[in-house]
């Protein structure tokens, strides 16, 4: 199994990125997916999750409105658009899967599998 996590860069506040994460060896539809991050020195959260068939997502707080996940499940991918981008937005931001996770609310129950590689994400001031 394979998660190949792209698009991460330098941006400027109030900018834009699309992340991108490419599954393999795996039934990817059969998989709720999720975007997580982490700053060095603090632990990994929770961004965005989405159901098998993308029509169920949930969003941490601090980037409700501002980010949206979708998927493709036909090309086995996940994305996360980002938008009005902060500085505290910069981490690096790993892809996963969330088996658990079918509708409704994220609960940390529902913990990742699978993780990708992670891609960094620099939002300058």
């Known amino acids: 199994v394979q998660l190949q996590a792209s698009g991460g860069g330098v941006v400027q506040a109030g900018g834009s990125l699309r992340l991108s994460c490419a599954a393999s060896g795996l039934t990817f539809s059969t998989y709720g997916m999720g975007w997580f991050r982490q700053v060095p020195g603090k632990e990994r959260e929770f961004v965005a999750v989405i159901g098998r068939r993308g029509l169920n997502t949930d969003y941490a707080d601090s980037v409700w409105g501002r980010f949206t996940i979708s998927r493709d499940n036909e090309k086995n991918t996940v994305s996360l658009h980002m938008n009005s981008l902060k500085p505290e937005d910069t981490a690096v931001y790993y892809c996963?899967?969330?088996?658990?996770?079918?509708?409704?609310?994220?609960?940390?129950?529902?913990?990742?599998?699978?993780w990708g590689q992670g891609t960094l994400v620099t939002v300058s001031s």
């Open positions: 996963a899967t969330v088996p658990r996770y079918v509708r409704g609310v994220y609960n940390e129950w529902m913990k990742p599998d699978l």
